[in-house]
């Protein structure tokens, strides 16, 4: 990544079309779960949202996997699309909002708490 | 059996280290070989966060290997660590499961 692509994100609208033009190959109920995972990926993505490309692209890597195999969607994620996520952005250790949120409060309650009357 | 998610959660982990353990195998092998052994429950998206997790912490070498069909595939074999892991696990539920067979029969 070089510094125009810091900037722009050049770099990422790059990785966005070569993903979805993957995705667009998949079949029906496969790209039907590769939107929703979208969706539920989002909220743990940063500012720019580069933290996710590695998650996506691994999850979309899956999808293209079992679909080449055969497999239907419900087989692979079952029912709970939320759930898998989660735990794809925990396992590569990207935070969502919820957690950044909770770091400030306790930031905060702790310098409160360090400045009595402050 | 149904229902057995909750438990295996904790286990499944130690399950994936034995199966790549015996052999260098993909995702969807593992998934199979877990389905037979009759954790029905087990979908490939959990084992596929399991395999990330494992990666991330350094237990597994990754080769890509090119498939009949379809994109190239993650296969995943044992490192040291992953080796010593694996035995760690095998003392921890023998360990579990002696205490719970104990309690069970009414020992102390």
Partial sequence: ?118 | MDDLTEMLKGTLEGCVLEIIGSEETYGYAITRRLNELGFAGVIEGTVYTILLRLEKNGLVQVTKRPSGLGPPRKFYALNDAGRAELATFWAKWEYLSSRIDKLKEGGR
């Fill in chain 1, 1 to 118: 990544m070089n510094f125009w692509e810091t900037i722009t994100g050049s770099d990422l609208t790059r990785e966005w079309k070569t993903f979805e033009a993957r995705a667009a190959a998949l079949p029906a109920d496969h790209r039907a779960a590769w939107e929703e995972i979208k969706v539920h990926l989002l909220s743990y993505g940063d500012f720019t949202g580069r933290n996710l490309m590695p998650i996506l692209d691994g999850a979309l890597g899956l999808l293209e996997e079992t679909a080449s195999e055969g497999q239907s969607v419900h087989e692979v994620l079952g029912d709970d699309i939320g759930g898998f996520c989660a735990a794809l952005a925990g396992g590569e250790g990207a935070r969502n909002y919820r957690d950044r949120w909770r770091e400030q409060l306790n930031r905060n309650v702790a310098r409160k708490l360090g400045r009595p009357g402050g």
